[in-house]
Nanobody, 126 residues
Framework: VQLQASGGGLVQAGGSLRLSCTASGFTSGPAVMCWFRQAPGKEREGVSCVERTGGPTYYADSVKGRFTVSRDSVKKTLYLQMNSLKPDDTAVYYC????????????????????WGQGTLVTVSS
């Protein structure tokens, strides 16, 4: 199983970026795909998750109204559209996936995921 994340970069505050994460090796579509991020000196935190295409989406309070998660089952790709970026959004962003569902309260717990992408750096300048 491989997850390949891309789309990070340097952007000014207020700008936008779109992250992508392509999954391969799954025998069936992952039940859950998520974005996490980790800023220097901080713990990895959940940003957004989506269940199967067209299913429920979940967001951390810090990104609600600014970020939009989506997935394309045909392309086996997870996306994160990030708008109105802030310097506090600066972090390495990781995609993660689970073959089976998990209770909602655990979606943002990194310990429940064993499949991770390599991370893509997002830097937001003020």
């Amino acid at each position: 199983v491989q997850l390949q994340a891309s789309g990070g970069g340097l952007v000014q505050a207020g700008g936008s970026l779109r992250l992508s994460c392509t999954a391969s090796g799954f025998t069936s579509g992952p039940a859950v795909m998520c974005w996490f991020r980790q800023a220097p000196g901080k713990e990895r935190e959940g940003v957004s998750c989506v269940e199967r295409t067209g299913g429920p989406t979940y967001y951390a309070d810090s990104v609600k109204g600014r970020f939009t998660v989506s997935r394309d089952s045909v392309k086996k790709t997870l996306y994160l559209q990030m708008n109105s970026l802030k310097p506090d959004d600066t972090a390495v962003y990781y995609c993660a996936a689970r073959l089976y569902r998990v209770v909602v309260s655990s979606l943002f717990d990194p310990r429940v995921y064993i499949n991770w992408g390599q991370g893509t750096l997002v830097t937001v300048s003020s």
